[in-house]
């Protein structure tokens, strides 16, 4: 059975301050893996995605990375702002086209 | 460009009664997928469209779920009848035939399904 975990399920942190979201998962066989961010009534954004190849993506302040062999997945915020507070999500494709996914981490930068 | 658009945002209905969620995925999107979250619980998959074939529905509670996506444009979901656990979150979310390349999800906001 795949299992996605994310840890922690809150993290609150100071502005300015750099931050890592844990994702770790049962079955290490995956396709891919996405981050995605959720804020309050409203859908997901993909934020991310990284191939079954890669070990990580980087996209402005974020990066993500990816071992396959551990079954984990960090997503690595720097210089962190009011504005990324948000629920954040990762969710593992296998060879099917479902995404299996964590119960998110809800994160709050304090200003 | 237009995201996947859901309809209704929210829903409440009496235990027993039918209701009928909508999902319009991104212009030229042949995948649409699914899915739901309940209280406290993962996302979880309910089904995946390619066009208007179901490629997998095997994330479907029971028969009470009936999706269907006539021409392959939107797609929508009926619970005939409602049940209290139910009640949750539904996603719709569409992406490009899987390539390389396209292989990320676009998600609409949600339909809130409350059943009372």
């Known amino acids: 059975k795949q299992e996605v975990t994310q840890i922690p399920a809150a993290l609150s942190v100071p502005e300015g301050e750099n931050l890592v979201l844990n994702c770790s998962f049962t079955?290490?066989?995956?396709?891919?893996l996405q981050w995605f961010r959720q804020d309050p009534g409203k859908g997901l954004t993909s934020l991310l995605l990284?191939?079954?190849?890669?070990r990580e993506q980087t996209s402005g302040r974020l990066n993500a990375s990816l071992d396959k062999s551990s079954g984990r997945s960090t997503l690595y915020i720097a210089a962190s702002q009011p504005g990324d507070s948000a629920t954040y999500l990762c969710a593992v494709r296998y060879t099917g086209n479902q995404f299996y996914f964590g119960t998110g981490t809800s994160l709050t930068v304090i200003p | 460009e237009a995201g996947v658009t859901q309809f209704p945002s929210h829903s409440v209905i009496e235990k027993g009664q039918t209701v009928t969620l909508r999902c319009d995925p991104i212009s030229g999107h042949d995948n649409l997928y699914w899915y739901r979250r309940v209280m406290g619980k993962e996302i979880k998959f309910l089904l995946h469209?390619?066009?208007?074939?179901?490629?997998?529905e095997s994330g479907m509670p029971n028969n009470r779920f009936l999706a269907e996506r006539t021409g392959g444009t939107y797609s929508t979901l009926k619970v005939q009848p409602a049940e209290l656990e139910d009640s949750g979150v539904y996603f719709c979310?569409?992406?490009?035939?899987?390539?390389?390349?396209?292989?990320?999800?676009?998600f609409g906001s949600g339909t809130q399904l409350s059943v009372l």
């Open positions: 469209f390619v066009k208007e074939s179901k490629q997998d």
């Open positions: 079955d290490s066989a995956i396709y891919n």
């Open positions: 979310a569409s992406s490009p035939l899987r390539t390389a390349t396209n292989e990320k999800l676009f």
């Open positions: 990284i191939q079954s190849s890669q």
